[in-house]
């Protein structure tokens, strides 16, 4: 999975740290392909998040897995020291390295977002260090 906020803003995260979550995402699929969970259970993000994918999210690249539209978007969030309770949604990439740059633990969280049919998934987090 290629990097997107993370290498466009110099910050690469810790391999340790990295948690992908592709395997539970392609079991998520699978049971609403077979019929054992329905659409309405996975396409439910909050409307907040559908619209930062729509207004500061990146391309994802691929289609929705759920309706093959083409506006899926990545967004990232990240939580740490000194930032609301609810983290900050990353606007520009440069925003990301700033953060890197600061003391503290600071996570990052990205997901993926179709403002189409409302489907989302936490793709990865890792925490930030600066290159």
Same mark, same amino acid.
Request: with cysteine.
């Given at each position: 999975?290629?990097?997107? %906020?993370?290498a466009?803003s110099?910050v690469?995260?810790?391999p340790?740290?990295?948690?992908?979550?592709?395997? +539970?995402?392609t079991h998520?699929l699978?049971?609403? &392909?077979?019929?054992?969970?329905?659409?309405?259970? +996975?396409?439910? #993000?909050?409307?907040e998040l559908?619209? #930062? $994918? *729509?207004? %500061? $999210?990146?391309?994802?690249?691929? /289609?929705?897995p759920v309706?093959? $539209?083409?506006?899926? #978007?990545?967004?990232s969030?990240?939580?740490?020291?000194?930032?609301?309770? !609810?983290?900050?949604c990353?606007?520009?990439?440069?925003?990301i #390295? &700033?953060?890197?740059? *600061?003391k503290?633990?600071?996570?990052?969280?990205? %997901?993926?977002?179709? /403002?189409?049919c *409302?489907?989302n !998934?936490? *793709?990865?987090?890792?925490?930030?260090? /600066?290159?």
């Amino acid at each position: 999975m290629p990097d997107t %906020v993370a290498a466009a803003s110099g910050v690469q995260p810790e391999p340790a740290s990295t948690v992908d979550y592709r395997l +539970v995402r392609t079991h998520v699929l699978h049971r609403l &392909k077979s019929g054992t969970r329905m659409a309405d259970d +996975v396409c439910d #993000a909050h409307p907040e998040l559908v619209r #930062a $994918g *729509r207004e %500061v $999210g990146s391309a994802a690249g691929e /289609p929705c897995p759920v309706c093959q $539209g083409d506006q899926l #978007a990545l967004v990232s969030y990240v939580f740490g020291p000194r930032l609301p309770a !609810h983290g900050r949604c990353i606007s520009y990439p440069t925003e990301i #390295a &700033k953060l890197a740059r *600061r003391k503290g633990r600071f996570t990052c969280y990205e %997901v993926e977002v179709c /403002p189409e049919c *409302r489907w989302n !998934h936490l *793709r990865r987090s890792y925490v930030l260090q /600066p290159c």
